[in-house]
């Protein structure tokens, strides 16, 4: 039998998810918390799209309420990025992903280690990994439409990034190719659900001092060819 569970997609700007549920046979929508939560089928394939706005928390509520209310078996988020040694234009799937900001170092631990509860014990980590397969068939039709993608770190951080060094640290520092706002955090709400989860960017700027500039310019076009390869992957994931 068919996997009933939809794929849950999230998106941070109206601009990253409007054309997915403007392509959506949309059998229903639910709105919680003032997310709209659009259901239905997209090329063939159960889906439940959501616009979260950005950041890490307006990420992390959106996959939670998600993933309590539909029971995805995979979730994708979607958009743009700042490139970190990457040009504007190009797509990067996340292997992994961290949250740049999260700093308990004077404690003693790691940058970016995050600790979450496991019942009665805890867990700690600094990257997530992403669900292979669904990296894997992104990187495919990436290749196939777009004539590739790079496959690597994203960080996340509730920072809009435009700054050189800023810039240069990310790369040095957790060897991150894209930079963003949600991505990290949408991962660690499905990670503490064990939920399978993938995160596709398009670079709308190289997150230093022209981002201002590129970022407006470039965000839609950007946006359009994540969600343009989001959907030509669908039927596969
Ligand atoms: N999303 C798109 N560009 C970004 C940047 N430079 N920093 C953070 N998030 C972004």
Redesign the pocket.
Known sequence: MENKKPIGIIGAMAVEVKELIAHMEESGREEIAGLVFHRGILDGVDCVVAQCSPGKVNSAVCAQIMISTYHPRLVINI????GVGVGIGDLVIASALVQHDFDSTPLGDPLGNITICRGEGEESFIMLESDKQAAAVLLEEAGSIYGGAHMGVIAT?D????DREKNRWLGATFGAKA???EGASTAQACYMNGVPFAVLRAI??N?NDD?PVD?PTF?RESADKSARLLARALPRL
């Open positions: 958009g743009v990025a700042g951080g920072t809009f990034v435009a930079v963003e706002m709308s700027d997150a981002s970022f965000a």
